[in-house]
């Protein structure tokens, strides 16, 4: 199923359904399908009132939001924090999925988002590889962006971007 997601979005054979959302109900809906699987891991959710709506594919964003929280929870230590948070930038909101767990593997950060690309721990965490690969496909498809980095004070950070405009036709 993962290969086919990516291998569609990839071959730009995806269409994306768009609609205007705010980033309250997408980050909601992705908590709302992890319910339960964060154990002792404390979840932070930082999401200003005033952000603008974004025009997406909500099924796809919430996929993207879903894997970069579970990969948060495969790859930190249970009672560390998990945090969300979203901040407007240009003609885009910017989203950020940060631990407090590790830190990214050695080496450059951009590589995670290449197929069947694993990071440390590779045989004790499950996993083909694709999530990011996918998240990658599926934000570049709505004009946005998505890097890692190593958090400031340790721990992992995922950001991504989504337009607020509509595409032009």
């Known amino acids: ?3 086919l997601d990516l291998m569609r979005c990839e071959a730009g054979e995806v269409r994306l359904q768009r609609d205007s959302q705010t980033v309250d109900d997408l980050v909601g809906t992705a ?4 319910e339960g699987r964060f154990g002792d891991r404390p ?3 930082d999401l ?3 952000l603008p709506p974004v025009h997406v594919d909500a099924s796809l964003v919430t996929q993207v939001i879903g894997n970069l929280l579970e990969n948060a929870i495969k ?3 249970p009672g560390t924090q998990i945090s969300i948070s979203a901040g407007s930038e240009d003609d885009a909101v910017r989203v950020c999925i940060d631990d407090t767990g590790p830190g990214l593997p050695p080496g450059d950060p951009d590589r995670l988002f290449a197929k069947f690309q694993r990071g440390r721990d590779e045989n004790s965490v499950g996993g083909a590889g694709l999530g990011l690969a996918i998240c990658r496909a599926i934000i570049n498809a709505h004009g946005g962006r998505i890097a890692a980095m190593q958090r400031p004070g340790g721990g992992a950070r995922f950001v991504f971007t989504l337009p607020t405009a509509e595409p032009a036709p």
Do not use: K, M
């Open 31 to 34: 908590l709302t399908r992890l």
């Open 1 to 3: 199923s993962n290969v």
């Open 48 to 50: 200003p009132a005033e």
């Open 75 to 77: 790859h930190t230590p």
């Open 43 to 45: 979840i932070d959710v």
